[in-house]
């Protein structure tokens, strides 16, 4: 809940009381309680016996699952005679998913990575963790009303003679699972659509080892990356009240404040720029801050000026404040760019993605850079081995381990990203038209960024996650049938249909403001909005429900910040909003602990093979 409302929504409601299901409680025996409860059977266990007996809990208990029930356990709950007359209501709200973003979800299972893609032989957990995502995916549809054509990344066999493994069918399978459960919202949720509405697709994190990794240029993720955040929570110090010891303040970077929601995307290099303009602007506006700023003209304020402004003016203090803050966190994050040396490394790190910088490069940097942070001189050479997996064969990658004097744990976290996508030996295959792809691209890319001014600071924002292609791929209906087949196998006549077709996916070059509030949270309404259907302001409106089908893109084992800012993206360019879905949103060291917590029994067992 504390990803879609603040506890003052909940009060506003009337709900005097937020309490965990798990926690002793004080009875209330004249209060009505509300459960909002997942239904596994420790959880019914505990709302009987919090209403049963002579003196149970509460007066009334208002009973709302947050995905659908097993029949045992409402017979279980209909069985006690005691509880029944004091149930008010007793409903599937299916809400089992956290809304990251206003257009992002995840399914919160933290070690999917670890219980997927790590032993081959435990699959209990394995299977476990996939019915639990996918019955969380579902509930994303169905509070929405949508039914989606589900497509899935096939698994890939690269010849009759190698058998798939489990690893290989995690899509396929997760993607089963998401379909049953949709086939029983269709029989049993009231007004769920009957024929598809929208697309869903899904990967996993092998489709691209390199976006978790590079660094991203964008504020959103520089503070992520760079700062030690915990989850959107950003701690720093503000001065004490009369002249006493500073006071550390938390702060949350999320969508209700404004700045950040206008700068998130932004590069950071654009991002400090436009902090910079609103905070002269700010000042030349205001006297009584032009006072405060003194005679220093217009020379940097430093966030103790910035601070003596906010007593000064009292009436501008939320203003102030919030600008404040961001001019001292992008002035952190550029210590730390400078400091690091990071923006050679970036530089590194984008040349070697697009074909641009190859092995002779990297150790070239890291003879000559032996100040480089150990963490980034491993996501360095993690991105080389998503690109030349054979370079870290045998002796070859213990040198490379050596020249970079990376650890052990290190070392595993490398072999795992190359398992990760694939025994080295087939890789080796694959290698060349990996760089050709990346080359092709490159000459794409590259030609639109020059017309940044050739500014070096573009350059660091040439690299894109796969899934932007993937993306554009399902709006132009282009998917390969055979690497990402579809459950619901569709009719020719979907993609023909006027809903579809160039109408609405070209709409009339209208302006798009974005909106800002959560759109794709709510359930689509009717088409009546006071404009006559065939009226050209309807395509102008900002509301995403006049755009094409959503898009849904689900990745299993983690999705990163860039991928969520080319959803973001794509709904503006592709006029159809794009979601993105994951079992878990990774910043870098996040993804490279999980990373070295994965079991490498296929590690051991190839070593076995050979002797």
Known sequence: MSHSCKMADITDEGVSLVEDIYKRRQPLPTMDAIYFIQPTKENVIMFLSDMSGRTPLYRKAFVFFSSPIARELVMDIKKDAQVLPRIGALREMNLEYFAIDSQGFITNNERALEELLGDEENNREAIACLNVMATRIATVFASLREFPFVRFRAARSLDATTMTTFHDLIPTKLAAG?????????????????????????????????????????????????????????????????????????VLLEDHDPIWLELRHAHIADASERLHEKMTNFVSKNKAAQIQHGSRGSGEMSTRDLQKMVQALPQYSEQIDKLSLHVEIAGKINRIIRESGLRELGQLEQDLVFGDAGMKDVIKFLTTKEDTTRENKLRLLMILAAIYPEKFEGEKGLNLMKVARLTNEDTIAINNLRIFGGEPESKKS???????????????????????????????????????????????NELSKEDY?????????????????????????????????????????????????????????????????????????????????????????????????????????????????LTTAQELSLDDLQI
């Open 485 to 597: 087949p579809c459950l619901n196998d569709p009719s020719p006549s979907f993609h023909g249909t006027p809903f579809a077709g160039s109408a609405i996916q070209n709409p009339p070059a209208h302006s798009m403001r974005s909106r800002r509030t959560p759109t794709w949270a709510r359930p689509r309404g009717s088409d009546d909005d006071g404009y006559s259907s065939d009226s050209v302001l309807k395509h102008s409106s900002s509301d995403f429900k006049k755009m094409g089908r959503r898009i849904f893109i689900f990745i299993i084992g983690g999705a990163t910040r860039s991928e969520l800012r080319s959803c973001h993206k794509l709904t503006g360019k592709l006029k159809r909003e794009v979601i993105l879905g994951s079992s878990s949103l990774d910043d870098p060291a996040q993804f490279i602990t999980k990373l070295k917590m």
């Open 178 to 250: 998401v379909w049953d459960c949709l086939m029983k919202y269709k029989k049993t949720i009231p007004n769920f659509p009957q024929t598809e509405t929208c697309e869903l697709l899904i990967i996993d994190r092998t489709v691209d080892q390199i976006a978790p990794v590079i660094h991203e240029w964008t504020y959103d993720a520089m503070c992520h990356d760079l700062l030690n955040m915990e989850g959107n929570k950003y701690v720093h110090e503000v001065p004490g009240k009369n002249g006493g010891p500073p006071e550390r303040k938390e």
């Open 430 to 476: 694959l290698t060349g038209a990996f760089a050709l792809k990346f080359d092709m691209h490159k000459k794409k890319r590259a030609a639109r960024k020059d017309r940044s001014d050739g500014e070096e600071t573009w350059q660091l924002s040439r690299f894109y996650p796969i899934i932007e292609e993937l993306i554009e791929k399902v709006s132009k």
